[in-house]
RNA sequence: GGCCUCGUGGCGGAGUGGUGACGCAGAGGACUGCAAAUCCUUGCACCCGAGUUCGAUUCUCGGCGAGGCCUCCA
């Protein structure tokens, strides 16, 4: 409990030193992703990056003291659109139901696979929509929002200090820049909290009729169902800060009458692909599936600790560049760690201190490679190693190798001595080539005291 | 146009007003029958210009370059 976590916060452009409201509940939400297709690498980043500090949090304050909320938005018009193209015979809310089950449980998959512990609670916006129609209502009540042409819209000038975490002033905003501004809204800057649905749109009963909710509703809402009206910590990506987070900040307040929504802001940056912009527009994203899965990157399948441990490499808040090269050199590193299970030792101070440091992954990681060089032969350095690791999630897990098969290994492991003490070369490198063959690779080393020679062997990960 | 990041050796990536982390790759070596693994040695980098300074990669200003948001997107 000493330790004490400092975090930039894109609220006040400070790193801060972190002070929970409640050390026997610390909060946060993370934004989530939209179930219309596999998540693709920019997706994995706020994944992984939360997941750490989520890791740290439960570290330092317990782990039955962290509440970690990250939505599953499954309302959104691209759903729409891949629910009418995927499954058109269906009625639409099955059609619906197909796309999002689907592509919920393949975030499941992904993010499992990249190491990342399941939040706390994992709520879905349409198991939300009658607080989101609560909220709206306590809006349109306070006169922060008003109805027009079927659309309830927020009410963005009356809201004083409107734009604090984009740093973006309402005034200076080239209105309708690069957007026709709509004409029933009062000001460019207003955003929709509830909009009618046509028949073959999804709708819920409002007062304002049957219709669904706007894009930034439901963060408000889930937020302050599991979290509370105020929390501890808000996380996604550099994209979201304005218009989303702003916007939710707006929604919350004025419905709640606070002075924040959450005290921390936390965005991670972006993702790029081989040097070049990743974007939906131009397609060339690539999948987390892809990266597990295929080999359309780099003409391989990738682990999913290699893809995990690439993305902790760089800095959260700082743009990562997801190549090959990138990759191979995660692997190198992962391939020279032990494998280990984590016992009751407690991490090692520098990667504590590195993480604590607004999870400085990068110091962290460097620090753990020392570590599992020290952890060679160090049953206790290994411990550490162990803990370490697993604060950061990257423990190389230790493969189960049944016994059969570890004593068969220790046979000819036995015999291949023998032969290389008769000087049979050949037979003795036939027995280590078969192994390799089998994914089991031989380490010849030196007794230092006798000279004589020791084999160890590993299942190669 | 507004707001905002970033620019360090082949690559990743720290850091500091006064000999220059570290990792990966590469090179050399030890060990080995040969490999692998392991260990040792090895890297003279800080976008450009001006300014401040005894001295700047580190501070200031100005360029240039890359990128992001302002519209669905992490």
């Given at each position: 409990m000493s330790t004490t976590l400092r975090l930039y916060n894109t609220l006040t452009r400070e790193k801060t030193a972190?002070?929970?409201?409640?050390?026997?509940?610390?909060?946060?939400?993370?934004c989530g992703p939209t179930v219309y297709d596999y998540a693709h690498i920019g997706n994995a980043r706020p994944a992984i990056v939360f997941d750490v500090l989520f890791r740290l949090l439960r570290h330092v304050y317990g782990e039955a003291h962290v509440t970690y909320a990250r939505n599953i938005t499954d309302v959104d018009d691209k759903i729409n659109a891949r629910a009418l193209r995927d499954h058109p015979g269906l009625p639409?809310?099955?059609?619906?139901?197909?796309?999002?089950?689907?592509?919920?449980?393949q975030f499941h998959e992904d993010v499992a696979a990249l190491g990342c512990l399941e939040p706390t609670v994992e709520p879905r916006a349409t198991d939300n929509i009658a607080e989101m129609i609560e909220i709206i209502g306590r809006l349109i009540g306070n006169g922060h929002a008003y109805v027009a042409s079927g659309e309830v819209l927020f009410h963005t000038k009356s809201m004083r200090d409107y734009g604090q975490l984009s740093k973006r002033p309402l005034d200076e905003q080239q209105a309708g820049a690069r957007v026709a501004v709509d004409a029933h809204k009062?000001?460019?800057?207003?955003?929709?909290?509830?909009?009618?649905?046509?028949?073959?749109?999804?709708?819920?009963?409002?007062?304002?009729?049957?219709?669904?909710?706007?894009?930034?509703?439901?963060?408000?809402?889930?937020?302050?169902r599991y979290l509370g009206e105020v929390f501890d910590i808000h996380g996604g990506g550099l994209d979201l800060i304005f218009p989303h987070h702003e916007n939710e900040i707006a929604q919350s307040r004025c419905a709640h009458g606070t002075d924040v929504m959450a005290n921390v802001w936390m965005h991670n940056g972006f993702v790029q692909v081989e040097?070049?912009?990743?974007?939906?527009?131009?397609?060339?994203?690539?999948?987390?599936?892809?990266?597990?899965?295929?080999?359309?990157?780099?003409?391989?399948?990738?682990?999913?600790?290699v893809l995990r441990l690439a993305m902790l490499m760089t800095h959260y808040r700082e743009p990562i560049d997801f190549s090959v090269k990138r990759l191979e050199e995660a692997e190198r590193l992962i391939a020279k760690w032990p494998a280990a299970e984590a016992s009751g030792a407690l991490p090692c101070d520098t990667v504590?201190?590195?993480?604590?440091?607004?999870?400085?992954?990068?110091?962290?990681?460097q620090a753990l490679h020392a570590l599992a060089q020290e952890a060679h032969g160090d049953p206790d350095a290994l411990a550490v190693f162990a803990a370490s690791a697993a604060l950061l999630g990257v423990l190389?897990?230790?493969?189960?190798?049944?016994?059969?098969?570890?004593?068969?290994?220790d046979a000819l492991v036995a015999m291949r001595l023998e032969?290389?003490?008769?000087?049979?070369?050949a037979e003795a490198d036939k027995i280590r080539n078969e192994l390799a063959d089998k994914g089991i690779q031989l380490k010849d080393g030196k007794d230092p005291a006798t000279g004589e020679r020791v084999t160890t062997w590993e299942v190669k990960r």
């Open positions: 972190f002070a929970p409201i409640d050390p026997q509940n610390v909060r946060m939400y993370v639409l809310n099955e059609a619906i139901r197909a796309v999002t089950e689907k592509t919920e449980t009062k000001n460019p800057g207003d955003f929709v909290l509830w909009k009618l649905s046509s028949h073959n749109e999804p709708g819920w009963e409002s007062p304002w009729g049957r219709g669904r909710p706007g894009w930034h509703i439901e963060c408000s809402a889930m937020s302050r040097g070049r912009k990743m974007s939906k527009s131009e397609g060339n994203f690539v999948t987390i599936h892809d990266l597990l899965h295929t080999e359309k990157f780099g003409g391989r399948q990738w682990p999913g600790e504590m201190n590195a993480l604590a440091d607004d999870l400085n992954t990068v110091a962290a990681v190389p897990e230790k493969t189960e190798v049944d016994e059969a098969l570890a004593s068969a290994v032969m290389l003490k008769a000087k049979n070369f």
